[in-house]
């Protein structure tokens, strides 16, 4: 993606801290700065407990960054997100709090949060705009994400509001690639399908599980077209309105498992297993504003499932 309007915000010789470089979007950021004339700084969660403020706070103290890319967060699919609410709750709002406050209290000059889709009104409109935050009660399954989430969202607003801080924040679609997480059981839809179509690919079996119906619809958008439109954004982005990233590919989960046993190879029969929960109707973004901004994925979905297969067998499987 060319990238030549005169930014609001300059990256070069930058010291820039990628919250959470070792998880998905993070390494996907960590490829993407390497272009850039900037200074990375990055803690690996051994080095530093992002939940325990005195840690952030004397690390950013003794860091210094200038642009902060806010990607850390306890993340998981559907069944992680439902069995183990109290991690995603309590991890994601002290990660944001003591990020968030310590960009303040260390003059932190940008910082970008990475909210999710999750955010959004299990009802609200499809494709959903931004102004529908707020406007209806959440998804069980992914409610306490979403609420922490919406926490961050209104911290960069209130931090903006109260002391000028140029804090934004943008929900990114349900991502994919390379350095996933490929847990059967913890993963999101993606990751665990990959993982269900090779081994039922390479042990012969006649059928591989998907979980639900197959009728919820999701808008996937590959994990390096993800951290593209993060740099953008930090870019040409400054504003309190927290905005949708896209666009993705929209199909339905039964589109997205024959997508992916084509791609994996495995040409067996697909059982849908009516157990497990369909979590959200449909999940998809109306992405409009930050097309006027000018930015576009270039990775289509059949692609960057190869390239996340591939990267699932040399380092997984
Ligand atoms: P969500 O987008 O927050 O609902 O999270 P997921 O990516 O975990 O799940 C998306 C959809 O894919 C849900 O409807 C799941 O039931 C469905 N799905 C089908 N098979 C699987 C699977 O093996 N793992 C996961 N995580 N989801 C699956």
Request: with cysteine.
């Amino acid at each position: 993606m060319t990238d030549s309007n005169k930014p609001l915000y300059s990256l070069a010789g930058k010291r820039v801290w990628i919250s959470g470089h070792g998880g998905m979007v993070g390494s996907a950021l960590m490829r993407r700065l390497q272009s850039e004339d900037c200074k990375i700084l990055k803690a690996t969660s051994k080095e530093l407990d992002l939940r325990r403020q005195a840690e952030v706070e004397a690390w950013m103290e003794a860091e210094k960054p200038e642009a902060v890319f806010l990607a850390a967060a306890t993340v998981g699919g559907i069944m992680a997100n439902d069995t183990r609410p109290a991690e995603f709750i309590y991890d994601n709002l002290a990660i944001e709090a003591n990020v968030i406050h310590g960009a303040w209290r260390s003059g932190v000059e940008k910082l970008l949060f990475l909210s999710a889709a999750c955010v959004y009104p299990r009802e609200a409109p499809q494709p959903a705009p931004e102004d529908c935050l707020l406007t209806g009660p959440l998804e069980p399954t992914n409610e306490m994400s979403a609420i922490a989430k919406i926490a961050g969202i209104k911290m960069c607003q209130a931090y903006r509001r109260q002391y000028g801080c140029d804090f934004i924040s943008a929900q990114p679609l349900n991502m994919y690639g390379p350095g996933d997480n490929f847990d059967p059981e913890d993963s999101h839809v993606v990751g665990a399908l990959l993982v269900k179509a090779h081994a039922a690919k390479s042990e012969g079996r006649p059928a591989m599980t998907v979980w639900g119906s197959g009728k919820p619809v999701r808008e996937f958008l590959y994990v390096d077209d993800t951290a593209d439109a993060l740099v953008f954004l930090m870019r040409h982005y400054s504003d309190d309105r927290p905005l949708n990233i896209g666009p993705g590919t929209v199909l339905s989960i039964r589109e997205l498992a024959e997508t992916v046993a084509k791609v994996v190879g495995f040409e067996g029969e697909l059982v849908f297993d009516a157990a497990k929960p369909d979590g959200m109707p449909s999940k998809t973004l109306d992405a409009a504003r930050f097309a006027a901004l000018g930015w576009k994925p270039t990775t289509s979905l059949e692609d960057g499932l190869a390239r996340a297969y591939q990267w699932y067998l040399e380092n997984v499987a």
